[in-house]
């Protein structure tokens, strides 16, 4: 049969059954990388799979996004077969994204020590030195579920069992057997770099980075972020909810209503503190609040906003956009094209002059932005702050420090607002916090904007790349993070996601993107949108809030 290269673009001719990795040879690529996956048809798929009927195929390494998460699981397969092998009966818990690689959380009959690390270390060198073959198979989910009930998989169990799906597929290595979500790697020895490090009382599993491959992503300090993931983990744990499967068995029971009644006043709470803490910083006169996209800091500004009255503060919001430079003073990015999320397109000294004057309490004119001209014009809107009044700002470089450069640091208050994703497929299959962001800012862009799911995932690495600059090396300058993802909102989201993901044609590459999420939808049992109060800041995405945008 005839397949089509489209890394070379050529045509060949071969046999029915062959797997990609079979293929791969055939063809004589050369690779910087080895190839991890590849796009079969507009679908991701392993090497381990067959082909018996013509395709168009792209092979992928490491420096793709579907290609890093092969890696990235793969890494997490050889981790948990050396614990196994170490410490069993043990368990781990393959969790929060942090410091450019992953938190093991992890119980093993003792404290972690350094110790530990370097063993399970060594163990992971050797599975990978012995280039062991990782096994796909397919089996009835009932045979699946005895399996991994005999192993104390309880947390696949539960997922399984909330499926409803006849066959299911795992991997095997050397005789230990887990399950994923997604594609595995073929054989051990294509893992050529990881780290594994003691962090806190677990472990850090560090990955190649995949703008420079030979490199282990850089470890970075990120406490604040790691300690507002712990914080919700512990109260997960006192509502016994850390898996999907756990989600899934709340909706099936018919408590899902509380679920989110709790879950919302947890977050009104937290909110609650935040307003709290400002109000007794007596100097505060600036809160800036930050964070990537589809984070929903528009809604935290608001809900911010009305817990800052309460306590006797007026907010007075200022939007970073009306002090956009004119447009040919904007700075270019590589291909020549204006970069309006640049932190130099906005107008610095103007930010700065007007801040501190109505620090003064001086009166000054705010500018207006005239998008479609591309000029920065007065607005004749002036503004005095009076004593009781607090500016707030919101913007992607509300928290880089150059923005707010000459106002001394006791008038500023730093919030940081992003949707981290807390909750596990099952305790070796964690959810990207970025799926969570992807989904709700798909449903916003089509809702609000006409944009389709198609172009949303076509931008989608172009917004990743300007967070990754202007957003994420700031994170921790925050003096509060605030967490804007729920339990539950990933079963109420699902509903609007998966009909605007089947629009997307299988023809396009962006399908990949798409067909991958709406798997991923798949595990979740969904949650009506009439059970969340127009308050809640999901509305900001789904629509039906009280809030006005």
């Known amino acids: 049969m005839r397949i089509i290269c489209q890394n070379n673009q050529q045509a060949y001719d071969v046999p029915m059954g062959c797997s990609l990795q079979e293929v791969y040879q055939q063809t004589g690529l050369k690779m910087d990388y080895e190839p991890i996956i590849a796009r079969v048809n507009?679908?991701?798929?392993?090497?381990?799979?067959?082909?018996?009927?013509?395709?168009?195929?792209e092979f992928l390494d490491v420096t793709s996004a579907s290609g890093q998460r092969t890696y990235t699981r793969?890494?997490?397969?050889?981790?948990?077969?050396?614990?196994?092998?170490?410490?069993?009966?043990?368990?781990?818990?393959?969790?929060?994204?942090?410091?450019?690689?992953?938190?093991?959380?992890m119980n093993i009959g003792h404290p972690v020590t350094i110790e530990d690390a370097g063993r399970i270390r060594r163990r992971m060198q050797e599975i990978i030195d012995a280039a062991m073959p990782i096994k796909r198979y397919e089996t009835t989910?009932?045979?699946?579920?005895?399996?991994?009930?005999?192993?104390?998989?309880y947390s696949k169990v539960?997922?399984?069992?909330?499926?409803?799906?006849?066959?299911?597929?795992?991997?095997?290595?050397?005789?230990?057997?887990?399950?994923?979500?997604?594609?595995?790697?073929?054989?051990?020895?294509?893992?050529?770099?990881?780290?594994?490090?003691?962090?806190?009382?677990?472990?850090?599993?560090?990955?190649?980075?995949?703008?420079?491959p030979a490199e282990l992503g850089e470890m970075s300090h990120q406490d604040k972020m790691f300690g507002i993931f712990?914080?919700?983990?512990?109260?997960?744990?006192?509502?016994r909810l850390r898996t999907i499967g756990d989600l899934n068995e709340v909706v099936k029971l018919g408590y899902s209503s509380m679920l989110i009644q709790v879950s919302e006043a947890l977050q009104e709470k937290k909110i609650a503190q935040i307003a709290d803490e400002i109000a007794k910083r007596k100097g505060v006169?600036?809160?800036?609040?930050?964070?990537?996209?589809?984070?929903?800091?528009?809604?935290?500004?608001?809900?911010l906003?009305?817990?800052?009255?309460?306590?006797?503060?007026?907010?007075?919001?200022?939007?970073?956009?009306d002090y956009f430079l004119d447009r040919e003073k904007s700075p270019r990015d590589e291909k020549g094209d204006y970069d309006f999320e640049h932190l130099h397109a906005l107008n610095l000294p103007l930010i700065n002059e007007q801040f501190t004057a109505l620090f003064r309490g001086e009166e000054v004119e705010l500018p207006c932005y005239d998008f479609p001209t591309g000029r920065s014009m007065k607005s004749g809107r002036k503004l005095r702050l009076g004593p009781k009044d607090i500016l707030v700002v919101e913007g992607i470089h509300a928290l880089n420090p150059e923005l707010t450069a000459q106002i001394p640091e006791e008038q500023k208050f730093r919030v940081y607002a992003s949707a981290l994703t807390t909750i596990l497929l099952d305790n070796h299959n964690?959810?990207?916090?970025?799926?969570?962001?992807?989904?709700?800012?798909?449903?916003?862009?089509?809702?609000?904007?006409?944009?389709?799911?198609?172009?949303?995932?076509?931008?989608?690495?172009?917004?990743?790349?300007?967070?990754?600059?202007?957003?994420?090396?700031?994170?921790?300058?925050?003096n509060q993070m605030f967490n804007t993802a729920m339990l539950f909102e990933l079963a109420v989201i699902k509903r609007q996601a998966e009909p605007l993901l089947e629009q997307v044609p299988e023809s396009c590459q962006e399908y990949a993107e798409a067909y991958r999420l709406r798997k991923f939808l798949k595990y979740i049992n969904p949650i009506p949108e009439d059970q969340i109060p127009p308050t809640s800041l999901l509305r900001e995405f789904l629509g039906g809030s009280s809030f006005k945008y």
Not at 306 to 321: R, T
Not at 433 to 438: H, Q
Request: one cysteine or more; proline letters at 4%.
């Open 42 to 57: 507009n679908k991701v798929e392993g090497m381990h799979f067959r082909l018996y009927k013509p395709k168009t195929i």
């Open 74 to 105: 793969t890494l997490f397969f050889v981790l948990c077969k050396a614990m196994h092998d170490l410490y069993n009966p043990c368990t781990v818990s393959i969790d929060i994204p942090v410091s450019n690689g992953y938190y093991v959380d």
């Open 141 to 153: 989910t009932e045979e699946a579920i005895r399996m991994f009930e005999e192993g104390g998989s």
């Open 158 to 212: 539960k997922l399984l069992k909330s499926l409803g799906s006849l066959y299911t597929t795992y991997y095997d290595l050397d005789g230990y057997k887990d399950y994923y979500y997604g594609a595995l790697l073929t054989n051990t020895r294509q893992i050529y770099l990881f780290g594994l490090e003691k962090y806190f009382d677990g472990l850090l599993l560090r990955i190649p980075s995949r703008e420079h």
């Open 230 to 239: 712990k914080e919700h983990h512990e109260w997960q744990d006192i509502v």
């Open 285 to 303: 006169k600036l809160v800036l609040i930050a964070g990537p996209s589809s984070s929903g800091k528009t809604t935290t500004c608001k809900r």
């Open 305 to 321: 906003s009305v817990q800052l009255a309460v306590n006797g503060i007026k907010p007075v919001g200022i939007s970073l956009d």
């Open 430 to 478: 964690y959810i990207p916090t970025t799926d969570n962001r992807l989904l709700r800012r798909i449903i916003r862009d089509y809702k609000y904007r006409g944009v389709s799911a198609q172009e949303t995932i076509r931008r989608w690495p172009s917004v990743r790349n300007g967070e990754n600059k202007w957003i994420f090396p700031y994170q921790e300058n925050a």
